[in-house]
């Protein structure tokens, strides 16, 4: 019999697990409803003709397509299936794709829903994304993503408030950060100056790998795309600025003093730095003209969050987009938003052994009874507690000691109400605290009191 197993890039994960992974997403989301946004959410799949084109050719390859249902080859012609094109026949094949990411349905949800809601837009999503990338440290094919976004809103008090959002998660889940900051017009700014403007989606997808390749594989990158030896030779300084924030925004407002577009970048950077700075967001911020975020929607801010003291690609990421709703025909309408890589997350709190002792999914109290008159004097006392949101549970069965103590040991369950004739006899449990070892026999007020105090 073949071994079951589960595709790559994919995990499961155990009732612990959840409990972790859970709060991660309770404390994202906390903060979410702390600035004033609504949860949304799409289809796991949407139409190719919504995904297509909007993640640059490197993201169309990663997108997961759908064969259609019943007989899909019969859509191609036997020239067709003998010529082997594979991205033709995928049309033939496949209207439907799951998910790369959440922004461009959430630009497809606005669109078709524009009439229902209120401008600014401001949601969170929470749900799985999936890439057919190459599964390695890090990186899953199946993984959630925690966005949140405004649209219909210029204000860079937006960009402020995803910032603090940022400072305010990682405060909460003790994780130190960088939050590297840049923006798209100083980007196309910088094309402009070298003298190559039309190619800025080349230059952008080859600078955003620097951390991965170095410099020199980046320029090689870019001069594979046809981009001259001499606008290479350009680059190199404003590649290499160095110095703090103010410093760099000074040297580069002299790089690009004939960019209007640069210029208006340099601009609302400022901008975000003053307002950071008037809010004491406490979380280091670097402006790092690398990052670009590969993506083509993004327009003006880009963030990308990095952990400190992990070895991880980013945890969080985003930005401002101006004309994702105009492919889906609502022109005007600006977005900025981040996304939280919760699985990315889930391995660096791992790592740093940073959970909680207990989670509120945990059971609290065990009961464990020597026969069927004791598991019925248990019903009524369960449930109190759980009228109190007390998590509690009884052993099903009246079996030997050792197995429901073991049971609770598994479980990491930190109290035991241990029922016999004695304890009946008496209106009261015998309370076990499997942490120290004390035991004291108490009466359902007295345990309601205790068990209100340790939760």
């Given at each position: 019999?073949?071994?079951?197993?589960?595709?790559?890039?994919?995990?499961?994960?155990?009732?612990?697990?959840?409990?972790?992974?859970?709060?991660?997403?309770?404390?994202?989301?906390?903060?979410?409803?702390?600035?004033?946004?609504?949860?949304?959410?799409?289809?796991?799949?949407?139409?190719?003709?919504?995904?297509?084109?909007?993640?640059?050719?490197?993201?169309?390859?990663?997108?997961?397509?759908?064969?259609?249902?019943?007989?899909?080859?019969?859509?191609?012609?036997?020239?067709?299936?003998?010529?082997?094109?594979?991205?033709?026949?995928?049309?033939?094949?496949?209207?439907?794709?799951?998910?790369?990411?959440?922004?461009?349905?959430?630009?497809?949800?606005?669109?078709?829903?524009?009439?229902?809601?209120?401008?600014?837009?401001?949601?969170?999503?929470?749900?799985?994304?999936?890439?057919?990338?190459?599964?390695?440290?890090?990186?899953?094919?199946?993984?959630?993503?925690?966005?949140?976004?405004?649209?219909?809103?210029?204000?860079?008090?937006?960009?402020?408030?995803?910032?603090?959002?940022?400072?305010?998660?990682?405060?909460?889940?003790?994780?130190?950060?960088?939050?590297?900051?840049?923006?798209?017009?100083?980007?196309?700014?910088?094309?402009?100056?070298?003298?190559?403007?039309?190619?800025?989606?080349?230059?952008?997808?080859?600078?955003?790998?620097?951390?991965?390749?170095?410099?020199?594989?980046?320029?090689?990158?870019?001069?594979?795309?046809?981009?001259?030896?001499?606008?290479?030779?350009?680059?190199?300084?404003?590649?290499?600025?160095?110095?703090?924030?103010?410093?760099?925004?000074?040297q580069l407002k002299s790089v690009l003093a004939e960019s209007e577009i640069g210029q208006k970048g340099i601009s609302e950077l400022e901008t975000i730095f003053e307002l950071c700075e008037a809010m004491k967001v406490q979380t280091k911020i670097e402006l790092d003209l690398t990052l670009a975020r590969g993506l083509n929607y993004y327009t003006g801010a880009i963030f990308e969050v990095k952990a400190l003291d992990v070895e991880i690609g980013s945890i969080t990421g985003g930005g401002r987009y101006d004309n994702l709703t105009g492919v889906f025909g609502l022109d005007g309408v600006s977005g900025v938003g981040i996304s939280f890589g919760a699985d990315r997350i889930y391995d660096v709190l791992n790592q740093l052994a940073l959970y909680p002792e207990t989670s509120a999914e945990q059971t609290q109290?065990?009961?464990?009874?020597?026969?069927?008159?004791?598991?019925?004097?248990?019903?009524?006392?369960?449930?109190?507690?759980?009228?109190?949101?007390?998590?509690?549970?009884?052993?099903?069965?009246?079996?030997?000691?050792?197995?429901?103590?073991?049971?609770?040991?598994?479980?990491?369950?930190?109290?035991?109400?241990?029922?016999?004739?004695?304890?009946?006899?008496?209106?009261?449990?015998?309370?076990?605290?499997?942490?120290?070892?004390?035991?004291?026999?108490?009466?359902?007020?007295?345990?309601?009191?205790?068990?209100?105090?340790?939760?």
């Amino acid at each position: 019999m073949q071994k079951p197993t589960i595709p790559k890039g994919t995990r499961d994960f155990t009732p612990q697990e959840m409990a972790n992974r859970n709060y991660i997403f309770n404390t994202i989301k906390d903060v979410f409803q702390l600035y004033g946004f609504q949860q949304i959410e799409t289809p796991a799949m949407e139409n190719l003709s919504t995904l297509m084109g909007k993640y640059g050719e490197e993201g169309d390859k990663l997108l997961f397509k759908i064969l259609n249902s019943g007989d899909f080859i019969s859509g191609a012609s036997d020239n067709e299936l003998l010529d082997r094109n594979s991205s033709k026949l995928t049309n033939k094949f496949s209207e439907k794709g799951l998910r790369y990411d959440l922004t461009v349905p959430f630009a497809r949800f606005v669109v078709q829903h524009q009439n229902e809601i209120s401008f600014p837009f401001k949601r969170y999503q929470m749900q799985p994304v999936w890439r057919a990338d190459r599964p390695q440290k890090g990186r899953y094919r199946e993984f959630y993503q925690c966005d949140v976004d405004v649209v219909g809103s210029n204000s860079l008090l937006n960009e402020l408030e995803l910032i603090q959002i940022v400072d305010e998660v990682y405060r909460r889940l003790k994780i130190n950060v960088c939050l590297k900051l840049n923006n798209r017009k100083i980007l196309s700014g910088i094309a402009e100056i070298i003298g190559e403007a039309e190619k800025i989606t080349d230059i952008t997808v080859a600078i955003d790998k620097m951390d991965k390749i170095g410099l020199e594989k980046v320029n090689e990158e870019i001069a594979s795309k046809g981009i001259a030896a001499e606008a290479i030779a350009k680059l190199q300084p404003i590649l290499k600025l160095s110095g703090t924030n103010s410093e760099k925004l000074i040297q580069l407002k002299s790089v690009l003093a004939e960019s209007e577009i640069g210029q208006k970048g340099i601009s609302e950077l400022e901008t975000i730095f003053e307002l950071c700075e008037a809010m004491k967001v406490q979380t280091k911020i670097e402006l790092d003209l690398t990052l670009a975020r590969g993506l083509n929607y993004y327009t003006g801010a880009i963030f990308e969050v990095k952990a400190l003291d992990v070895e991880i690609g980013s945890i969080t990421g985003g930005g401002r987009y101006d004309n994702l709703t105009g492919v889906f025909g609502l022109d005007g309408v600006s977005g900025v938003g981040i996304s939280f890589g919760a699985d990315r997350i889930y391995d660096v709190l791992n790592q740093l052994a940073l959970y909680p002792e207990t989670s509120a999914e945990q059971t609290q109290i065990l009961f464990v009874s020597f026969g069927e008159k004791e598991l019925l004097y248990c019903l009524p006392w369960l449930s109190s507690l759980r009228a109190q949101k007390i998590n509690s549970e009884v052993y099903p069965e009246s079996t030997k000691m050792k197995k429901q103590m073991t049971y609770a040991d598994n479980k990491r369950i930190p109290f035991v109400a241990i029922v016999g004739e004695t304890e009946m006899n008496a209106d009261k449990v015998m309370l076990k605290n499997m942490k120290t070892g004390e035991q004291a026999l108490v009466s359902m007020d007295e345990l309601l009191e205790k068990m209100k105090f340790y939760r």
